[in-house]
């Protein structure tokens, strides 16, 4: 049986130095460390844990599968938890009204379809659901996301549906840029961000930078910063 005081302790300590080098990166970008989120992303890690993570101070989570969402929302709220949820990864659309009920926001919004879809379950649900629209700014084919020349079109249709609430963007930069192709990814972001907003003063939030490249993201102007491995360790997949 694992030694949960030992794991707790050790997420603990995890969670205190990210905050801490959170803090530190936005106070050398000249910014509010208020301003800047951290989504401890939970994706395969189990309730019991999330549960440790609640009681070290963590308050939002980011899940990437519906499913799972589910599960662990059911867990933590059954004892009284209740943190943000926020959906992280692909979302296909007949998922969304199984996260409806209860999630705070999805990043991962990357078409009209997805966003109608949200729409209609908030609706149904009798809430408003945040969103953000996910930019491909590496421009993989592989992945996800709308493409820059095509934000503005889908925002102002976006905008227009009720019971969302459109906040910003969310981008997954290229696992093999360099330090100066993912700030250049990050910088496009904020610029688009910034552009748009200038119509929309809705659009503030930035969702970029994981474990292993936050600083960066923070420097270029992200109030959400998506950490998984840092907080809770290596992931445990099941078999």
């Known amino acids: 049986m694992p030694d949960t005081n030992k794991n707790s302790n050790s997420l603990a300590r995890r969670w ?56 662990k929302h059911s867990a933590l709220s059954a004892i009284g938890l209740n943190p943000e949820w926020h959906f992280i990864g692909h979302l296909q659309s007949n998922k969304v009204k199984l996260i409806a009920p209860f999630i705070t926001m999805i990043h991962s919004v990357d078409s009209l379809k997805l966003a109608r ?34 934000v503005n079109k889908l925002v102002e249709d976006v905008v227009k549906l009720p019971s969302i609430e459109l906040c910003g963007f969310m981008t997954i930069p290229s696992f093999t840029a360099t330090d100066d192709e993912l700030r250049g990814e990050f910088s496009t972001l904020r610029q688009t961000r910034d552009e748009l907003q ?22 270029e102007g992200a109030t959400m910063v998506r950490i998984g491995t840092a907080i809770f360790g290596e992931r445990v997949y099941s078999k």
């Open 16 to 71: 205190k130095n990210i905050h801490t080098e959170v803090v530190a990166s936005a106070i050398k970008a000249n910014r509010d460390p208020a301003d800047v989120k951290i989504i401890a992303v939970s994706k395969t890690q189990p309730s019991v844990i999330l549960i440790e993570a609640v009681s070290c101070g963590i308050t939002v989570f980011g899940e990437n599968y519906a499913l799972e969402a589910i599960e």
């Open 117 to 150: 879809e949200i729409s209609k379950c908030a609706v149904e649900n009798n809430r408003t659901i945040k969103i953000l629209i996910q930019v491909n700014t590496s421009s993989e084919e592989s992945k996800s996301g709308c493409e820059p020349n095509d």
């Open 198 to 219: 200038i119509h929309y003063p809705s659009l503030v939030h930035l969702s970029m930078g994981m474990s292993g490249d936050f600083p960066l993201a923070i420097s």
